[in-house]
């Protein structure tokens, strides 16, 4: 089998050519990965001397990069790549607007022209809204994105679905909570926060930090996703999901005890703009129907992911220098 990875150097995509080469080392992985500030090459070593794997450095949203490899034939796209960071969707939605769905229409036309067999579109939780106290997200939830970020993830999941039901390309698209775990750039929460208390500076949380999430282990979002491409039914949205709920301070305050660092490095700071109160999943189909569980509750997923980070100390300082980003 032939697949096509988008945004393949970045966190999740990353971790599921790690996965992929593991669990199914006959098939051939394409990467696609414009290598912007969150794409990093680093986190394919041990990879990219495969003979079955190799990196292209191409914008999703250009055609004429895009073609050539759909003309070489490939069985399935899972589509990873995307603009991701809510902060910076704030500060430029534009930029979230071409790629997410620029660049997912472009993937889907050529997906059609070429007659894929499968295409993935690999979405979020967050197109979904917020939830009260009470209550999960499933596939049948309205899509209500409130930041920048989610409705272009939400109008690029509307295209996927308009292209199955208009030409009949074959797709799913699989919504997940929080992702965790290795090979994440330090922008995001837990990455973040492990860096500070490692350097003893402060750790700013937003607002009052009770916004819960619902963690899923990034190894766990990889065999959700290879179960979906193999077994998918055509067409269906699929969520997944931790069943880990924890506010930002309990995940904050986990790290600091992993690493003995004093809770008085807690910095509150101004909430974000439209920040999200809740999220959780409820990943009964995909369980139901895929057989799918998570291998990794939070309290194993957390300390495996600060393990990593601690053992990997050169990868973090390479983002910190910018030496990640002098690609050969």
């Not at 920048?148 to 292209?163: E, I, Q, T």
Request: aromatic fraction near 10%.
């Amino acid at each position: 089998m032939k697949l096509l990875v988008t945004g393949g150097a970045g966190f999740i995509g990353s971790n599921f050519i790690h996965f992929m080469r593991r669990e199914h080392p006959s098939y051939e992985l394409i990467n696609v990965d414009l290598l912007t500030y969150a794409g990093n090459l680093d986190n394919l070593i041990g990879v990219q001397d495969s003979t079955r794997y190799r990196f292209v450095a191409a914008d999703i949203a250009e055609q004429s990069a895009m073609e050539p490899l759909f003309r070489e034939g490939v069985d399935a796209v899972i589509n990873f790549a995307a603009e991701s960071h809510v902060d910076r969707s704030i500060k430029d939605p534009g930029i979230f607007v071409r790629t997410n769905i620029s660049g997912t229409q472009t993937l889907l036309d050529l997906a059609r022209k070429y007659k894929v067999q499968k295409f993935l579109q690999i979405s979020t939780d967050e197109v979904y809204g917020t939830l009260g106290v009470e209550g999960l997200f499933s596939e049948n939830s309205p899509l209500a994105p409130n930041s920048p970020y989610s409705a272009s993830k939400a109008g690029a999941d509307l295209l996927v679905r308009a292209y199955h039901e208009t030409f009949r390309l074959p797709i799913n698209i699989t919504r997940c909570s929080n992702n965790y775990g290795p090979y994440q750039f330090p922008e995001k929460l837990i990455p973040l926060m492990i860096n500070h208390a490692l350097a003893n500076k402060p750790l700013p949380v937003y607002g009052d930090g009770l916004n819960v999430r619902d963690w899923l282990y990034v190894e766990d979002h990889c065999s959700a996703i290879d179960l979906v491409l193999h077994h998918g039914r055509d067409g269906e949205v699929y969520n997944v999901g931790g069943n880990n709920e924890r506010t930002n301070l309990h995940v904050v305050r986990t790290i600091l005890s992993e690493l003995g660092r004093p809770e008085a490095l807690i910095t509150y700071v101004e909430d974000r703009l439209g920040h999200d109160r809740r999220y959780a999943i409820d990943a009964g189909k995909i369980r139901d129907e895929l057989g799918w569980n998570p291998k990794f509750d939070y309290e194993s997923g957390i300390r495996k992911t600060i393990q990593w980070y601690l053992d990997n100390s050169t990868w973090m300082e390479r983002i910190a220098t910018g030496a990640y980003r002098q690609h050969e």
